[in-house]
């Protein structure tokens, strides 16, 4: 396996394991499109953008949007915030290491307007071996 696919399927492990799917918090990898009711679920993407150590390497950003229905306020992005924080940093999967985490604002989604979305960003390392 090269670098980018061992990096999606280390990150793409923790999404299906048990322990996420009991957060009960639907999770799409990027190019997705979700018709949602309204309800809660999150969009992922991997984004390889950094120096590496060697040709193995990859480091980059795991881009997460937060969906929820307009009207609710902050806090349930706040919430699913702290959950992924919870599960992603300063953890590592397999030769995959995250680090800390960054929130952006909670805007009105421009493609579906009944949804807001806020971005949760945390860069991570794969550490290949040479």
């Given at each position: 396996?090269?670098?980018?696919?061992?990096?999606?399927?280390?990150?793409?492990?923790?999404?299906?394991?048990?322990?996420?799917k009991a957060e009960a918090i639907p999770t799409f990898p990027?190019?997705?499109?979700?018709?949602?009711?309204?309800?809660?679920?999150?969009?992922?993407?991997?984004?390889?953008?950094?120096d590496s150590l060697n040709m193995l390497s990859i480091s980059?950003?795991?881009?997460?949007?937060?969906?929820?229905?307009?009207?609710?306020?902050?806090?349930?992005?706040?919430?699913?915030?702290?959950?992924?924080?919870?599960?992603?940093?300063?953890?590592?999967?397999?030769?995959?290491?995250?680090?800390?985490?960054?929130?952006?604002?909670?805007?009105?989604?421009?493609?579906?307007?009944?949804?807001a979305r806020a971005i949760y960003s945390i860069p991570f390392?794969?550490?290949?071996?040479?």
């Amino acid at each position: 396996m090269g670098k980018y696919v061992l990096t999606e399927s280390e990150i793409f492990t923790l999404f299906d394991s048990a322990e996420w799917k009991a957060e009960a918090i639907p999770t799409f990898p990027a190019n997705f499109d979700q018709e949602s009711g309204g309800k809660e679920w999150i969009r992922m993407s991997i984004v390889p953008n950094g120096d590496s150590l060697n040709m193995l390497s990859i480091s980059g950003v795991l881009m997460i949007e937060l969906f929820i229905a307009t009207g609710r306020g902050p806090r349930p992005i706040s919430v699913i915030a702290d959950t992924l924080d919870s599960y992603l940093q300063q953890r590592t999967f397999g030769t995959t290491q995250f680090f800390k985490s960054a929130l952006g604002p909670v805007e009105r989604d421009r493609d579906n307007p009944i949804l807001a979305r806020a971005i949760y960003s945390i860069p991570f390392s794969h550490f290949g071996v040479n």
